[in-house]
């Protein structure tokens, strides 16, 4: 047998190409195999022997040697030996694997060129988030499942278009076979061939942030696994057949109802996890994570007990990402209503920036899913919209769908309305309320992919989207983009939709009319009032409270016909409020919605061209112009002293409505 080479004396762990200079190249091989008896890499480059590229132990369980002049793209394993056996074993930490079945593959970090730099995530306050599953996003008519980065590349101008600002890809890492969720890690330092690797990752995520748009990815640290799982004995050791080995769990804690749970108290696994973190918002600029099923690696099962070394495996990823990355957005999915997970870790919280709130999509489809008007809960309405963790409202991601919610027995909220008639006029109009609530309430807005073009029936992997959809129900996209323009502040008139206040001052569960006020700082341009009907009544003279006096403004209806043709365009109509206090506020006003329908107001800021202040731009103004022609006065716009031409232009470009 030939003698094991030194150890390599270059960092890293895997399969790291060097190049030192000219004829000083090859591939520096690292694994952590405590239990062998001997480890060695064998590939194409050795004809796949055990024997001839033995590897050098390091003390501690590490294994290492250089192999001179192989280049990326070589295949490769690690012939693991205990005792007599010897195990054939993808790399631990193999960053691009031929299948999940296949053979790990070298692979060099530095070899996709980016063509976007200075990419920034959004302000959290203004995250428009789209969930997206890159094997069904799209699939072009006539080609095989799964869809590609490439292919869901072809679609970020339709997100763009839209509105959207951050994508949250349901996970990418290798998984068995080529059609999945994704919640099945087998390799998790390696990107889903099948998706098209890890270089087609990098291009997607250049595309999009060439866009303005963000792209987050999905963690699943809970458990590994359970199929195609060269990490389960990976080194041939476990206490037992039916447990895992070095990187899992050998007591109560082995197992979750998915797979085998990490072993969070092991300081090589701990390491594993929390690089793994770092990689995707390092190498892949990642703008943030989503960490799958976090209460399952904080705690046992569903009752517990506590995973003390869970909870501190989260603070310390947390923490990493936040030291070397601030401002990337890291979520949790515990669905525990648990404030502490989004507590930061100085106060012994897990430091997540936000997680999905749950407490607010139940209540909410519930609402607009309840066949009869009279069973729809205006307060649990009113609480869904309340709630907040820790008193911030960037704390929760809001949502009527993801993948979860519209799955697992479970439909598209369009498609539970009416089951096999998702594209009627009460699924369209109350599916949209949802959406207006989702885009309106506090917290950070989620849609789930193909919601903004009614797709039906249930999420499923072997189900692409239906891009014929998008056509036709291309009016109800434009609904969504009305709504994510509001939400953004694109027009400078709904800021108060993004800040940090919330009163839901009007609650008629007779009626079935919730109204609630959004601000930040108040005032023009701020101040929004959103009133919902979650009735099929309209009403044509409906009063609610106002919180400042003026003329408010329709920002948006949801009846109009430029959103549906077979709307009944009922007309909402500005507002003046009136001196009467009503539902705690100091002023009132009476409003027209129709039925199934969402009207969103605010004000504006006076006009100088407004010289009579009645929000219109006009001939009484220009009559007001005229009489000051030539002399000093309020038509004086240019403040050069003197009423005059340049003035009259003025006024007459900013003819009409005060927007």
């Given amino acids: 047998m030939p003698a094991a080479a030194q150890v390599s004396t270059r960092a890293g762990i895997g399969a790291i190409p060097y190049n030192d200079g000219p004829g000083v190249t090859g591939v520096t091989f690292r694994t952590w195999a405590p239990n062998a008896t001997s480890v060695a890499v064998g590939g194409i480059f050795n004809s796949w022997s055990a024997t001839s590229h033995p590897m050098s132990s390091e003390g501690n369980g590490w294994w290492s ?57 959004p302000a959290w306050t203004n995250v428009v988030a789209y969930e997206m599953h890159i094997g069904t996003f799209n699939v072009p008519t006539g080609a095989a499942l799964p869809g590609t980065f490439a292919t869901a590349t072809a679609k970020l101008d339709h997100l763009q278009a839209l509105g959207v600002n951050t994508l949250e890809l349901m ?40 866009r303005g748009i963000a792209v987050m990815g999905d963690a699943v640290f809970n458990h590994f696994g359970p199929s195609d799982l060269d990490l389960w004995q990976y080194d041939g050791w476990s206490t037992s057949s039916t447990t895992g080995g070095i990187f899992f769990y050998e007591d109560a804690n082995a197992n979750t109802p998915w797979g085998p749970r990490p072993n969070y108290s092991r300081s090589e696994v701990r390491t594993y996890i929390k690089e793994n973190t770092m990689m995707w918002l390092d190498e892949f600029r990642l703008d943030g994570l989503r960490f799958d099923g976090t209460k399952f690696m904080r705690m046992r099962d569903y009752a517990g007990p506590d995973i003390p070394d869970g909870w501190s495996m989260l603070q310390w990823c947390n923490d990493s990402a936040d030291a070397q990355f601030p401002g990337k957005l890291m979520v949790a999915e515990d669905l525990g209503d648990n404030a502490w997970v989004t507590k930061n870790t100085g106060s012994g919280g897990a430091g997540f920036d936000s997680q999905w709130d749950g407490a607010f999509a139940y209540p909410v489809r519930a609402a607009l899913e309840a066949s009869n008007d009279s069973s729809r809960d205006m307060y649990a309405v009113r609480d869904a919209i309340n709630k907040n963790f820790n008193g911030s409202m960037q704390q929760r991601i809001i949502y009527t769908e993801n993948h979860d919610e519209v799955a697992n027995g479970r ?22 309320l949802g959406a207006v609530l989702v885009m309106t309430a506090p917290g950070i807005p989620m849609l789930f992919q193909g919601q903004e073009f009614l797709e039906d029936g249930y999420f499923a992997a072997e189900d692409p989207l239906d891009w014929t959809k998008a056509t036709t129900y291309g009016k109800i996209t434009d609904l969504y983009r009305s709504l994510i323009r509001l939400r953004r502040n694109l027009d400078g008139t709904s800021r108060g939709l993004s800040g940090a206040y919330t009163n839901v ?56 016909t430029a959103y549906s043709s077979d709307y009944g365009n009922y007309s909402a109509t500005d507002v003046t409020a009136d001196n009467s206090g009503y539902d705690g506020l100091p002023f009132s006003g009476n409003f027209r919605f129709g039925p199934y329908t969402s009207v969103i107001f605010s004000q504006s800021a006076p006009s100088q061209f407004d010289l009579n202040g009645d929000w219109t731009v006009g001939g009484a103004d220009l009559g007001i112009l005229l009489a000051q022609w030539g002399g000093p006065g309020t038509a004086d716009f240019n403040g050069d002293g003197t009423v005059g031409g340049a003035d009259i232009g003025m006024l007459l470009a900013a003819w009409g409505a005060v927007q």
């Fill in 411 to 432: 439909s598209r909220v369009p498609e539970t309305i009416w089951p096999g008639n998702a594209g009627s006029w009460y699924s369209r109009k109350r599916s949209t």
């Fill in 65 to 121: 040697r250089d192999v001179p002049l192989i280049q990326a793209g070589a295949q490769y394993k690690f012939a693991i030996k205990r005792g007599t056996t010897t195990y054939w074993k993808n790399d631990a930490r193999a960053r691009k694997l031929t299948s999940s079945i296949g053979n790990s593959v070298v692979y060099s970090p530095s070899s996709y060129a980016w063509q976007s730099s200075n990419f920034q995530m």
């Fill in 171 to 210: 996970p990418i890492n290798e998984f068995p076979g080529d059609i999945s969720w994704g919640y099945n890690p087998s390799h998790p330092f390696s990107v889903e061939s099948a998706y098209g690797g890890p270089d087609a990752l990098k291009a997607f995520v250049d595309a999009a942030h060439q």
């Fill in 505 to 560: 001052f009007h609650v008629n569960n007779s009626a079935k009319v919730l109204g609630f006020h959004r601000w930040q700082n108040g005032g023009a341009g701020d101040d929004v009032v959103v009133l919902t009907n979650f009735s099929n009544v309209a009403y044509p003279n409906y009063r609610v409270g106002l919180p400042r006096g003026g003329l408010w403004k329709v920002r948006f209806n949801s009846d109009s």
